[in-house]
């Protein structure tokens, strides 16, 4: 009897490990139809983006696809920075796990837009290759 009782908990622990990759394995696949066609795209738990063309859309990711989407052409944004914690990240931060990442897309008429980010090295990517868009943009329309 007290051998079950303390495999009990090891057997739980098990059960959920299984449906909470199963879980991520769905939102994973939903995401992938919902990202098919883009230019470029990212998943992480926090949250989705896709660039089509020159409009950006992100949201939440679940089970059922996306929620929560929003939609911003980049023609509309005049600038694009990075936050840790709410601050304006400086050459040479080091940012430690856990710490709130954003992509932050100021635009105009729109005030801005916060897109969350798990890592930090993707989300200077994705800074680099939107300002590189947004530069594109602005010397095809002078």
């Known amino acids: 009897m007290e051998h079950a009782l303390t495999w009990l908990p090891l057997l739980g622990t098990f ?5 909470a990759g199963s879980n991520e394995y769905q ?11 883009s230019d470029r795209s990212k998943y992480d738990i926090r949250a989705v983006l896709a660039q089509r063309g020159h409009t950006l859309t992100w949201g939440k990711p679940t089970r059922q696809g996306p929620v929560d989407l929003t939609s911003l052409a980049l023609t509309e944004v005049d600038e694009i920075t990075l936050q840790v914690n709410g601050a304006p990240v400086s050459a040479g931060i080091y940012v430690k796990r856990g710490q709130r990442i954003d992509l932050v897309l100021t635009a105009p008429g729109n ?4 897109i969350p980010f798990i890592e930090f090295p993707m989300a200077q990517q994705w800074k680099k290759a939107l300002q590189e868009s947004l530069q594109a943009l602005k010397s095809a329309s002078s």
Request: proline share 0%; charged share 15%; hydrophobic share 55%.
């Open 111 to 114: 005030g801005s837009h916060r």
């Open 27 to 37: 939102k994973v696949q939903a995401y992938e139809a919902w990202a098919a066609g």
């Open 15 to 19: 059960l959920w490990l299984a449906w």
